[in-house]
C-alpha cells in the first residue's frame, strides 16, 4: 500500500480527531470494522504513524486464532513493555490459569491492576492502544479490552481496534459487548473502494493503461488489498493475470468455460497463491462446510439455488444455507444475489479445484440444474466444461441451446454444437447439428459456411429439403460474387426435383432474377411466370423513361405487403424510387429495413441494408451519417469474411465518395488499395459497378486521370452491356467529364457533359438533372456557364439535396465571377460556403473559399464547423435543448416566448441539416463533469464539480434571445 490512502477520508478525520481528544484528556474507543482486504490493517498502521507523530505512545496488538487458547496474550502484547506492568505478569498469568492449563475467569482486582498502570502512564504521555483483529483476541483479552473502554473517559487514552466481518469470535457475547460500548458514530465500517478511488490507486501503484486499470478495478471489485496483489503480480501493459482464466470472467459463462484451457499454465496457477491460501484458510475457520460450499458456488455461477449447492456439495440444505449465510457475512458473497463480490476470489476457488475434478462437478451441476428445470443454456454452459456427456438429454440439450442462441450469439452456439458433435450426436440429430453449424457459421465465416453448405447439399436430401438448401447455398454464393455457382446451383437444384409448386418455382425464380441482375445476363420478359409490374419498372429505370412513372410504381411495390422488406423486388423498388428523386421517401423505408434486420440479426441483411441506406445518405447530403452507416456495413462484413464482396464493395463506394467530399484524399486512396475495384476474371457485379465509379473519380482526385478514365470505362461497357442509359443510376459521363478537364480536354468535357444533361432531361428527375447541369457548368464558360448554373439553382433549391446545390452555388458563383459580377458572386459563394460547412464537405468549402478570395471577398475566419454557423442565442436553445429541456422549460428559463424558442430551434435545423431535436446531440454532446481531484491523503477534501457550463451560460443569453 503506498503512503497515500485512497477513498478513506471520513475515516481518517474520525481517528484523527480521537487522538486531538486523547492529547486533550479525554480517551475513547473505536472500532474499524469490514469485510477481508479493505484495508482495516493499513488505516490502523496510518493511524499509529500519525499519533507518534503526534508524541503519543504507541502500543499495539495483533490477535490471532491460534493463540486463542493464550490467557492475557493480546493484552500482554499492548502492555509489555510498560514498566509499570513489568513486575506483576508472573502474578497476573498465575491469577488467571488453573492447575489443568485451561484459562479461569479473571477476577476483578487483576483486571484493575492492569487499567490502572495504563491510567498511570497515560499521564505521563497520552496513549494510543491499537488491536488487530480483535475477533480473534482470546476470551480474557476480550473482557480486559472491554473493561478498559468503559473507564477512558478521563484518561488520555484512545483504543482502536479492527474487526473482520463474518468471522466466529472466541467469546461472541464478549465481543458485542465490547462493540456495544463504541459510540455509533466512532464504529467505523469499511467498504470496497469507490470505482474512481480504485483507479487511482491502481493508477499510482503501476503504469498500466487506462483499459488494463479498468480491467483490474473490475476484476478485484475495487477491494484495495486483492487490487494491489494482483498488480504486484501483473506486469505493465497485460491484460491480468488471470485474464486467460477463471478470474476474470466468471466460471459458469459460455465463452469463458470454452475460452480456457483444459489445464491452466503454472504460472497462472502460481499467481495470487498468498491470496488463494489466505481466503482458503479463511474459509475453513469460517464454517466446516463454507469452503466446499464456496468452490461450488465457484462452479455455478450465478443465480444461486440452494438445494443444487447442497446436492453439489454432498451436504444438507440446512448445512448448506448456514454456509451461505457465513459467506454473505464475510463479504465474499452479495447479498442481494448471492453472486461472488469479487470475481477474482470465485477465479481463485475455481481455479483450486483439480481439472478433473472441476469437470464432473460441471456435469453434476448440469443434471441437478436440468432436474429442476434450469433456463437451458445455463445448464449447456456446465456441459461445455464435462468431459463426458453420458446421458441422452445431454446432447439434445446442447443443440437446443444453440438454437436458442445461434441469432444472438453464433460463436458460443457453434461451440454448444461442436462439442455435441465431438461426444456423438444421434443419426436422428445429425442433420439438425450441421444445419445449425452452418447456420452459426453464416455470421462467423461465410466462405467456411459456403463450403460446409455446399457439402451438406450433397447429402441424401428430401425435395423441400433440397430446394432450402439450394436457396441458401445460392444467397451465400451470391454474397461472395460466386454468380455463376450460385446459379449452377439452382439450376441443378431445379433439374433434380423436377416439377414444383407455385410457391417454390416463384422463389426459384425470383432467387434466378437477382442472380442475373448483379452479373448482368438479366434481360426481361424471359421468364413466363415473371412480375408484369417489375418488369415495367426495370425496363423504365434502365432506358431513363419517365422517372414520375417509376416512382409511382415503385411506390406500389414498396406498400406491404406486395414486397416484403428486404426481398430483391423490394430493393428494386427502393433504388427506383431513390433514382427517380425520391431520396427523404427512400431513407425512411431504409430506416425501417435496418431496424427489421438487426430484428432479425443476419448479418448479411444487416450489411447490406446499412450499405444501401448509406448510398441514399449520400444522395441526400448527410455525409456523416452516410459514412457511419457505410463503415458499420464494412465492419460487420469484416467479422465474417465477406467485405471484399457484394454489399462490401457498396459500402466502400460510399466511403471513398464520403472521403472525397471531406477532401480526406488519402482515405480515399487508402480505400483503393484495400479492395481493388476489378476483380480479375469474375464478372463486375452490380454493386462492384458503383465502386469502380468511385474509383475513377478517387483516381482524378490523386492526379491519375488516364487511370480514372479506364476504371469509367469499365463502367460504361458493363453499363452499356445491361442496357441501362440513365444517368441517374450511375453518373459516369459527369465523372469523365470532370477527369476530362483534369486532362485539359475541354471539347470532350462539353460534349460528355451535354450528353448526360439531354439524357437526365428525359428523365425528369430533380436530382439527376441537376447534377447533369451542374457538370456541364463546370466544362462550359461564359453566359454558357451562367445560364447553365443558374438552371441548376433553380432545379436543385427545393430539392432535399443541399450537398448537390452547395455545388450548383459554387459553380454558380464562378460563372458569375468570369463575367465580372462580384456582388453576385460573393452572396453566392458564401451561400455555398456556409452550405459546405454546414454538410462538413470540406473539400468543397476549400474550393469555395478559394473562388471567394479571387472575387476579393473574405471567407468569416469564425464559420468553421456546422455549430459556428449559429448565432449565440440559436446555439444556446440548441444546447438546452440537446440537454433534454422541453421548449417550454426554455423559455421559461431564459424568460421568452415560447414562439422565439421554436424559432431559433427551426433555424438551427436548417443550418445543420438536421430533422428534429434528436439529432441535436450529434453536434451538442453532454458535457462532462469536471472530474474530482484525485484524493491523496485521507483527510484532504475533495474539490466541488463545477456547476454545468450550459445552466452557467444560459441566463448571459437571455437579452441575445429577446433581441434576436
Not at 497515500?4 to 478525520?13: A, I, M, T, Y
Not at 456446465?382 to 441451446?401: F, K, V, Y
Not at 423505408?589 to 447490406?608: F, K, P, Q, S
Request: charged content about 25%; hydrophobic content about 45%; aromatic content about 4%.
Amino acid at each position: 500500500m503506498p503512503q497515500e490512502l485512497f477513498g478513506r477520508s471520513e475515516e481518517s478525520k474520525i481517528i484523527t480527531e480521537l487522538l486531538a481528544s486523547a492529547r486533550a484528556g479525554a480517551g475513547a474507543v473505536a472500532l474499524m470494522e469490514g469485510i477481508i482486504g479493505t484495508g482495516k490493517t493499513s488505516l490502523l498502521r496510518w493511524a499509529e504513524d500519525t499519533a507518534r507523530e503526534q508524541g503519543m505512545v504507541v502500543l499495539s496488538a495483533t490477535a490471532s486464532p491460534t493463540e486463542q487458547r493464550f490467557s492475557l496474550g493480546v493484552v500482554h502484547q499492548l502492555l509489555g513493555t510498560l514498566p509499570e506492568t513489568a513486575d506483576g505478569w508472573e502474578r497476573a498469568f498465575a491469577s488467571s490459569a488453573r492447575g489443568d492449563g485451561r484459562p479461569a475467569e479473571s477476577d476483578y482486582p487483576l483486571l484493575a491492576e492492569l487499567c490502572a498502570a495504563v491510567g498511570r502512564a497515560a499521564r505521563r504521555t497520552p496513549i494510543l492502544l491499537t488491536v488487530d483483529s480483535v475477533q480473534h483476541a482470546d476470551r480474557t483479552s476480550l473482557l480486559w479490552l472491554g473493561f478498559l473502554s468503559r473507564r477512558l473517559d478521563n484518561l488520555p487514552v484512545v483504543l482502536l481496534a479492527t474487526k473482520r466481518c463474518g468471522e466466529p469470535a472466541s467469546d461472541q457475547h464478549l465481543l458485542v459487548e465490547f462493540m456495544e460500548g463504541v459510540r455509533p458514530d466512532r464504529h467505523i465500517h469499511l467498504h470496497d473502494l469507490s470505482p474512481s478511488a480504485a483507479s487511482d490507486l491502481a493508477a499510482a501503484l503501476c503504469g498500466h493503461d487506462h483499459a488494463s486499470v479498468d480491467a483490474l478495478v473490475a476484476d478485484t471489485g475495487g477491494n484495495p488489498y486483492l487490487l494491489t496483489e494482483q498488480i504486484r503480480t501483473v506486469p505493465a501493459g497485460s491484460g491480468g493475470p488471470l485474464s486467460a482464466g477463471p478470474g476474470h470472467a466468471h466460471p459458469h459463462a459460455p465463452d469463458a468455460l470454452a475460452g480456457r484451457a483444459a489445464a491452466d499454465p503454472p504460472d497462472e496457477r502460481m499467481r495470487l497463491q498468498a491470496v488463494k491460501e489466505r481466503i482458503l484458510c479463511m474459509l475453513r475457520r469460517l464454517d466446516p462446510h463454507c469452503l466446499e460450499v464456496a468452490r461450488a458456488a465457484s462452479i455455478l455461477g450465478s443465480p444461486l439455488d440452494p438445494a443444487i449447492l447442497a446436492d453439489l456439495c454432498g451436504v444438507p440444505t440446512e448445512d448448506a444455507c448456514r454456509s451461505l449465510s457465513r459467506l454473505t457475512e464475510s463479504g465474499l458473497l452479495c447479498r442481494h444475489d448471492m453472486t461472488f463480490r469479487h470475481p477474482l476470489l470465485a477465479g481463485l476457488l475455481y481455479q483450486d479445484i483439480p481439472c478433473a475434478e472441476r469437470a464432473e462437478l460441471h456435469r453434476l451441476a448440469a443434471r441437478y440444474m436440468w432436474r429442476r428445470n434450469a433456463p437451458r443454456e445455463d445448464v449447456a454452459a456446465h456441459l461445455l466444461r464435462s468431459h463426458r456427456l453420458d446421458e441422452p438429454w445431454m446432447t439434445r440439450l446442447l443443440l437446443d441451446a444453440a438454437q436458442d442462441m445461434v441469432g444472438r450469439d453464433p460463436a458460443g452456439a457453434r461451440r454448444l454444437i461442436e462439442k455435441a458433435v465431438l461426444h456423438g450426436v444421434p443419426d436422428e440429430l445429425a442433420a439438425r447439428a450441421e444445419g445449425l453449424r452452418i447456420q452459426a457459421l453464416t455470421a462467423l465465416d461465410l466462405p467456411a459456411s459456403a463450403r460446409a453448405l455446399s457439402a451438406h447439399a450433397a447429402g441424401q436430401l428430401g425435395s423441400e429439403d433440397r430446394l432450402q438448401e439450394a436457396l441458401r447455398l445460392s444467397d451465400i454464393l451470391l454474397r461472395l460474387d460466386e454468380l455463376s455457382c450460385a446459379r449452377e446451383v439452382l439450376e441443378d437444384a431445379r433439374e433434380e426435383i423436377g416439377v414444383l409448386d407455385v410457391s417454390a418455382e416463384a422463389r426459384l425464380r425470383e432467387r434466378l432474377t437477382e442472380i442475373r441482375l448483379h452479373e448482368g445476363t438479366y434481360r426481361p420478359g424471359g421468364d413466363e411466370g415473371e412480375d408484369r409490374l417489375e418488369r415495367v419498372l426495370l425496363l423504365r429505370t434502365a432506358a431513363g423513361d419517365s422517372a414520375p412513372a417509376v416512382r409511382r410504381i415503385a411506390d406500389r411495390f414498396l406498400a406491404v405487403p406486395r414486397a416484403p422488406y428486404g426481398s430483391p423486388t423490394w430493393y428494386h423498388a427502393l433504388l427506383a424510387l431513390l433514382w427517380a428523386g425520391d431520396a427523404d421517401k427512400a431513407r425512411r423505408h431504409m430506416d425501417t429495413e435496418v431496424r427489421l434486420a438487426r430484428a432479425e440479426g443476419t448479418v448479411t441483411r444487416i450489411a447490406e441494408a446499412l450499405a444501401v441506406r448509406g448510398l441514399v445518405q449520400l444522395h441526400r447530403g448527410q455525409l456523416a451519417d452516410a459514412e457511419d452507416d457505410a463503415r458499420q456495413a464494412l465492419d460487420l462484413l469484416t467479422r465474417i469474411a465477406a467485405a471484399a464482396y457484394h454489399a462490401g464493395a457498396l459500402a466502400r463506394s460510399v466511403l471513398i465518395d464520403v472521403a472525397l467530399e471531406k477532401d480526406d484524399i488519402a482515405a480515399a486512396g487508402a480505400l483503393l488499395d484495400e479492395a481493388p475495384p476489378l476483380p480479375g476474371e469474375q464478372p463486375v457485379t452490380w454493386w462492384r459497378l458503383h465502386l469502380l465509379h468511385s474509383a475513377g473519380r478517387a483516381l482524378g482526385r490523386l492526379g491519375q486521370a488516364q487511370r480514372g478514365l479506364a476504371m469509367i470505362a469499365h463502367c460504361e461497357e458493363e453499363l452499356v452491356r445491361r442496357g441501362i442509359v440513365n444517368p441517374a443510376v450511375l453518373p459516369w459521363r459527369s465523372t469523365r467529364s470532370a477527369l476530362l478537364l483534369a486532362q485539359r480536354n475541354m471539347a470532350a468535357a462539353r460534349r460528355v457533359a451535354r450528353e448526360e444533361t439531354d439524357l437526365a432531361r428525359r428523365w425528369g428527375a430533380p436530382f439527376a438533372l441537376g447534377r447533369a447541369l451542374v457538370a456541364q457548368a463546370a466544362a462550359s464558360s461564359g453566359q454558357e456557364a451562367l445560364q447553365l448554373a443558374d438552371q441548376a439553382l433553380e432545379i436543385l433549391e427545393p430539392a432535399p439535396t443541399p450537398l448537390l446545390f452547395a455545388h450548383a452555388l459554387y459553380e454558380a458563383g464562378r460563372a458569375h465571377r468570369q463575367i465580372a459580377k462580384v456582388r453576385r458572386t460573393r452572396e453566392l459563394l458564401h451561400r455555398a460556403n456556409e452550405l459546405g460547412i454546414s454538410l462538413g464537405a470540406d473539400g468543397l468549402v476549400e474550393a469555395v473559399q478559394r473562388e471567394l478570395r479571387y472575387a476579393g471577398g473574405r471567407p468569416d475566419p469564425r464559420k468553421d464547423s456546422p455549430e459556428s454557423l449559429l448565432t449565440p442565442a440559436e446555439r444556446q436553445v440548441s444546447e438546452l435543448a440537446a440537454g433534454g429541456m422541453s421548449n417550454r422549460d426554455i423559455a421559461h428559463l431564459l424568460k421568452v416566448s415560447l414562439r422565439n424558442v421554436e424559432s431559433h430551434l427551426t433555424h438551427s435545423y436548417r443550418k445543420l441539416r438536421i430533422s428534429g431535436r434528436h439529432e441535436l446531440a450529434k453536434h451538442f454532446p453532454p458535457e462532462e463533469k469536471e472530474p474530482a481531484a484525485a484524493p491523496v491523503l485521507l483527510y484532504q477534501p475533495r474539490t466541488a464539480p463545477a456547476p454545468h457550463a450550459r445552466a452557467r451560460s444560459a441566463l448571459t443569453a437571455r437579452h441575445q434571445l429577446r433581441t434576436g
